[in-house]
């Protein structure tokens, strides 16, 4: 059993038709038929939601998602519509909500991995494979592939684990040619990201992506959605302390998993028991982590106005 541990009430806004509550997002379909997607502060770990918020959160994971959208769009195009406020929205939605376009949304993660680390560590150390895909022998946490691999995954529903699965189940399931435009789309992404973020010094071990197809005179052509190279969709280590064979220092939210397997928060990560509130030091650190990699990779000082 998983979840969230107390899950919020959607707040309900003239004019907008509650969605859907996920992990970290509600989503609303506005009169004219868009969707507007607000990131909320809720943080999951272990397919939990947890009951402890990180200021902040929300507004990182927006206003990054667009920094990158703007360095990406020439590989593929965008969701976003609009940054503008729906009328009658809380004041407190600013800076966290997008418009963006109602997409027929495919149902694979696509993810991407430069390094092993992670569900690609644990599978690669039963069989020697990530996803179907043979990977060389001697490999560790932490250690950079041969090259960069995409490897999908089933979309789980709130509670549920996202199964790894190969390139053939995801080619069965939406076709041969969705399912290379997929592959190719992705590692292309990736690649562009993995070279800006190492410029700043940032490895970006891996990552995952969402994509949608939008109907045009043209045909259908893929856009990608929901956000892109946050802290919760991707592995941010510090460069200068990479060092394969052990657990890499992050930007990301693994300080909160480190923190909740840890004897310190005394769960049991293999019970029906949810997890415990975060203690003030953790939210501090996480949300000092969230705004230190947004600063990092935009070279921006984080503003709270918006």
Not at 160 to 169: G, I, L, R, T
Not at 242 to 265: E, H, I, N
Not at 285 to 305: F, H, I, P
Request: include cysteine; aromatic fraction near 8%; charge should be negative.
């Amino acid at each position: 059993m998983s979840g969230f541990v107390e899950k919020p009430e959607p707040v309900q806004v003239p004019g907008l038709t509650h969605l859907h509550t996920g992990k970290v997002r509600d989503l609303y379909r506005n009169e004219a038929g868009d969707l507007v997607m607000v990131a909320s502060d809720r943080m999951s770990a272990y397919d939990w939601v947890l009951p402890t918020e990180i200021p902040d959160k929300g507004r990182v994971l927006t206003q990054l998602s667009l920094w990158w959208f703007d360095r990406l769009s020439d590989l593929v195009p965008h969701h976003v519509l609009s940054t503008e406020l729906p009328a009658g929205a809380p004041a407190d939605w600013a800076g966290r909500t997008l418009v963006c376009k109602s997409l027929n949304m495919v149902p694979v993660e696509c993810v991407a991995r430069g390094y092993l680390t992670g569900s690609g560590l644990a599978e690669y150390n039963e069989s020697r494979t990530v996803c179907g895909l043979e990977l060389p022998e001697g490999l560790s946490d932490g250690s950079e592939l041969p090259e960069p691999i995409f490897t999908p995954a089933t979309k789980a529903a709130v509670g549920d684990h996202d199964e790894n699965v190969s390139f053939e189940e995801v080619a069965r399931q939406v076709g041969d040619d969705t399912a290379a435009l997929l592959r190719r789309t992705t590692l292309a992404v990736y690649s562009r990201a993995r070279d800006i973020a190492r410029e700043r010094g940032i490895i970006l071990a891996d990552t995952k992506f969402e994509f949608g197809f939008e109907s045009t005179p043209d045909g259908d052509r893929l856009v990608i959605a929901d956000e892109v190279l946050t802290p919760d969709s991707s592995r941010f280590w510090p460069a200068d302390q990479w060092q394969p064979g052990r657990t890499q220092p992050s930007y990301d939210k693994q300080f909160v998993r480190d923190w909740l397997t840890s004897p310190a928060s005394g769960w049991d990560r293999k019970s029906e028991t949810p997890p415990p509130p975060l203690p003030q030091e953790v939210v501090e650190a996480t949300r000092a982590k969230y705004l230190e990699a947004y600063e990092l990779l935009t070279g921006e000082a984080w503003s709270d106005t918006f």
